[in-house]
């Protein structure tokens, strides 16, 4: 018995891979190690991850039906899809990238799961607070309307859901999607908005803060991702069922208040650019996430300040190398 973990290589894929293997699963790691980002980033995280004898790397594109198709003979009996052309504001310039990974992939990623039939006890997949949109509601829940994305990635991510609801209703796939809101800490992205702030203030650079600073996120340190994630991936629910969660820190905070706190965190003063909204972005995000502890019982633990220290003691050491 093994879990299939996609995008095994990226920041929240690696993260949860280490903890299913801590925890005596074995792992079968799939990820095509794209330059969206440093390769180099995601190899040192699969280097930490092949330390372990219970893990075993598959280098393929989820769009490629055959190699998804073929990961079904592994047998998982759990598939955790991580994987996927991740940011807003790429998805502006590269939209193609986010139809072949997000729409094509998820896809294959149906499939496989169907192929499996009963042997499959549970499929979680990654959706986004991008869903949202520039909602006038806060804090988002999963009941309120959101079809007006505001960039293609929020797109794929919901149709991402849309898809997963028809394959449980006609395959009886269990499936699960979780809504993560601005997920952060060690071996991050480097198009995140805090390792960017982080990186040019250690280099003496300007930071680029967009709407002149008036935004708020409900950061979430990945801690408080991956442990629920886990309690989601052990259950096993009815076949056919296809439930929606948001996963998020539950306390949205100014994008201000973040820099001064990275600032604090990093000892150094941070020369801002001040800047007009980007195409794409949104103003606010905020989970509401009653349904997720009413289920499993989530309560986000980390605050914005001890997660910013434990990533700037990280990346000091990352940047040091």
């Known amino acids: 018995m093994s ?27 799939l990820d095509n190690l794209n ?30 039906h055959a190699a998804i198709e073929a990961l079904a003979a592994d047998r998982p009996s759990r598939i955790l899809h991580l994987g996927a052309q991740a940011g807003v504001r790429y998805s502006i310039e590269n939209p193609h990238a986010y139809a072949q990974s997000n729409l094509v992939g998820h896809l294959n990623i149906l499939e496989l799961a169907r192929s499996l039939g009963d042997g499959l006890d549970h499929l979680v997949y990654a959706s986004s607070s991008s869903v ?64 960017l702030f982080a990186d040019a203030m250690l280099e003496g650079r300007p930071i680029k ?35 929606v969660y948001n ?29 007009p909204m980007q195409a794409g972005d949104v103003t606010r995000t905020y989970a509401d996430v009653r349904k997720l502890q009413a289920a499993y019982g989530y309560q986000p633990s980390v605050q914005l300040d001890e997660g910013l220290n434990a990533f700037a003691e990280w990346f000091r050491g990352w940047r040091a190398r």
């Open 3 to 29: 879990v299939l973990v996609t995008g095994a290589a990226g920041f929240i894929g690696f993260h949860a891979s280490q903890a299913l293997l801590e925890a005596g699963e074995d792992v079968i790691g």
């Open 35 to 64: 330059d969206y980002y440093d390769p180099a980033l995601k190899h040192a995280r699969l280097d930490c991850l092949r330390a372990s004898s219970g893990f075993r790397f598959v280098e393929a594109d989820l769009a490629d």
């Open 132 to 195: 949202y949109g520039e909602a006038a509601k806060v804090p988002f829940s999963e009941v309120d309307a959101n079809d007006t994305p505001e960039s293609l990635y929020a797109a794929t991510k919901r149709s991402n859901e849309f898809m997963s609801a028809s394959y449980a209703r006609l395959y009886g796939i269990p499936a699960t999607g979780l809504r993560f809101f601005t997920v952060y800490g060690p071996w991050g992205r480097p198009d995140m908005a805090y390792w």
């Open 209 to 243: 803060v967009f709407n002149n600073g008036d935004m708020e996120r409900d950061f979430t340190y990945i801690s408080d991702i991956v442990e629920p994630m886990g309690r989601v991936l052990a259950d096993n629910p009815q076949r056919g069922r296809h439930e």
């Open 247 to 275: 996963i998020g820190g539950a306390s949205p905070v100014r994008l201000m208040d973040m820099i001064a706190q990275l600032e604090e965190a990093l000892g150094v003063t941070a020369e801002k650019q001040m800047l």
